[in-house]
């Protein structure tokens, strides 16, 4: 696997790829007010790459960043090079950190 950069904070011109499955998507939506979020499940990327800019810079995230960096690796053998995994320190700016309960 083809070393992949872990970003935190997305410059203006990235686009946020939210890869997570649509039931995790619909129960926590990603918003980034700097940057556009495309929701693209992970089992429909391969069938959408042809419609994706190559020259566009590409942010993947998922929960773990697991899907995103094999899918990242992907699409960077597929000829994206502005690719990496998007990990926030926190779901969203505007949002607040949620409180664990035991």
Known sequence: MASIKTVSQPSAHDIILDIRHPDEIEQRPLAW???????????????QLEGLDKQQ?????????????????????NGFEK????????????????????
């Open 83 to 102: 690719i990496a995994v998007f990990s926030p320190e926190r779901l969203s700016p505007t949002q607040p950190e949620q409180e664990i309960s035991n």
């Open 33 to 47: 007010p700097s940057s556009r979020v495309i929701c693209l499940p992970f089992f429909q990327i391969a069938k």
């Open 57 to 77: 810079s590409y942010l993947l995230y998922c929960e773990k960043g697991i899907m995103s960096r094999l899918h990242a690796d992907a699409m960077q053998k």
